[in-house]
């Protein structure tokens, strides 16, 4: 169930809104152009530099307490949900989620980017908030906080944003 809010979200917003479910995840954090504290960092189980940009990995329950005790605020980012049991060494990336430029967001039917993720978080340059899953609990509980919500694809449909055959 893919769903797009047209305005602005805070991560905090979202993450409240999605508790329980943020904690049942592991989060690779990807694309993230975020006013971040210092004290951040350690919240974060790796950080590494990859040749798109930097990868950050975090257990659902640190990134709650990452969310609510800093400062963070995200203009881009993508936060990708892993079942508890999968880890991702950072340094062998296969998928590096983006999402300034991505245009595979605004096709018929977005796909999550890391084919072993259950969900995608994306945060449009203060604009849009994106979620691709394939928990049908995240987004009904993401739909139900967010009365305004949008199929992403009944939106890239309206808004012309691929042609159909």
């Given at each position: 169930?893919?769903?797009?809010?047209?305005?602005?979200?805070?991560?905090?917003?979202?993450?409240?809104?999605?508790?329980?479910?943020?904690?049942?995840?592991?989060?690779?954090?990807?694309?993230?152009?975020?006013?971040?504290?210092?004290?951040?960092?350690?919240?974060?189980?790796?950080?590494?530099?990859?040749?798109?940009?930097?990868?950050?990995?975090?257990?659902?329950?640190?990134?709650?307490?990452?969310?609510?005790?800093?400062?963070?605020?995200?203009?881009?980012?993508?936060?990708?949900?892993?079942?508890?049991?999968?880890?991702?060494?950072?340094?062998e990336l296969t998928v590096y989620p983006f999402a300034d430029g991505n245009?595979?967001?605004?096709?018929?039917?977005?796909?999550?980017?890391?084919?072993?993720?259950?969900?995608?978080?994306?945060?449009?340059?203060?604009?849009?908030?994106?979620?691709?899953?394939?928990?049908?609990?995240?987004?009904?509980?993401?739909?139900?906080?967010?009365?305004?919500?949008?199929?992403?694809?009944?939106?890239?449909?309206?808004?012309?944003?691929?042609?159909?055959?």
């Amino acid at each position: 169930m893919n769903t797009i809010i047209e305005r602005f979200v805070s991560i905090q917003e979202v993450m409240t809104a999605l508790h329980s479910q943020v904690s049942d995840y592991n989060w690779l954090v990807t694309d993230l152009d975020a006013v971040l504290s210092n004290d951040a960092l350690q919240y974060f189980e790796e950080v590494q530099e990859v040749e798109e940009g930097t990868a950050y990995w975090i257990k659902g329950e640190r990134l709650l307490e990452l969310v609510h005790h800093t400062n963070l605020y995200v203009i881009w980012g993508v936060f990708t949900a892993f079942e508890r049991h999968e880890s991702i060494t950072l340094n062998e990336l296969t998928v590096y989620p983006f999402a300034d430029g991505n245009s595979d967001l605004w096709i018929e039917s977005p796909r999550i980017q890391y084919p072993s993720a259950v969900c995608e978080l994306i945060f449009w340059d203060s604009t849009f908030v994106l979620l691709l899953s394939q928990v049908k609990d995240v987004s009904s509980r993401f739909r139900k906080t967010f009365p305004d919500w949008r199929s992403l694809e009944e939106y890239n449909r309206t808004e012309g944003l691929y042609e159909s055959e």
